[in-house]
């Protein structure tokens, strides 16, 4: 499944009368309908806004995505509910301009937001974000985050599946923690790459890198926020998510 091309309202014009001015006009319509080059907040998945900020919502019943009002000081919130016999209540993709995203290949993207999780379980884990391949392709997710033994990790899941904790810290169940992190994408793993801050610091890998180097991008891809756990599903989970921005760098997001 592909998502939609974004797409703004157009304006009338007028025939060009020169070459000049028709290749001015080229490309001011290259630039109005991309992404910004220039740093800028893209996206503002501000909670009080409600679930159309997202692309879509994947979310079986009885669970729920709802916003929660001041949720500790921390305002309105999105709260993911994964209900007892589910394994999924996740938003998928994001909506500019009323339309659905439609990320690119060759192209930085920033995501920030809050989290605080009600489940850290011992012995297994769950997944609350996602850099999700649509179809499945070579890379089914080539980057996620999974909550666990007592921590939070960042994966790089390689072609074939191959995965690999590339970060991981300590998190406590109900403690809200920032997240900010940034992908180049690309299908070489010599040219993609993930950064990663966390409670507004720069993170390292386990490479020893601040940036770490893989393959980010397959046919299609788009951010996931909420709770996946198709192992577990005796286990209700809640994910509640903040503050969500999107950009083209770091300081659009933090």
Not at 31 to 56: C, I, K, M, R
Request: aromatic share 12%.
């Amino acid at each position: 499944m592909s998502a939609h091309d974004l797409r703004k309202p157009r304006h009338g014009r007028r025939k060009s009368r020169t070459p000049l001015l028709a290749a001015s006009a080229a490309a001011c319509m290259v630039l109005f309908n991309s992404w910004p080059a220039q740093a800028a907040v893209v996206w503002d998945g501000e909670a009080s806004q409600g679930t159309a900020v997202f692309g879509s919502v994947e979310c079986a019943s009885p669970g729920s995505l709802v916003t929660a009002a001041q949720d500790d000081g921390h305002g309105t919130v999105f709260r993911y509910t994964k209900s007892v016999g589910t394994y999924r209540c996740e938003s998928r993709g994001i909506q500019v301009g009323g339309s659905r995203y439609d990320f690119a290949n060759d192209s930085t993207y920033w995501f920030g937001w809050e989290q605080k999780f009600s489940v850290v379980p011992a012995g297994s884990d769950w997944v609350p974000w996602q850099w999700k391949s649509y179809p499945n392709a070579t890379q089914n997710y080539p980057l996620l985050m999974t909550v666990g033994d007592g921590l939070v990790r960042l994966v790089y899941v390689g072609p074939g599946e191959a995965w690999k904790t590339i970060w991981s810290q300590p998190v406590e169940a109900f403690a809200w923690n920032r997240v900010a992190i940034g992908i180049h994408t690309s299908t070489s793993a010599d040219s993609g790459w993930a950064e990663l801050y966390y409670n507004g610091v720069r993170q390292t890998f386990s490479d020893g890198t601040t940036r770490y180097a893989g393959r980010t991008w397959d046919s299609a891809n788009e951010p996931k926020w909420g709770a996946y756990d198709r192992d577990n599903t005796t286990t209700e989970i809640v994910n509640r998510v903040g503050s969500l921005k999107a950009g083209t760098t770091y300081g659009d997001v933090d």
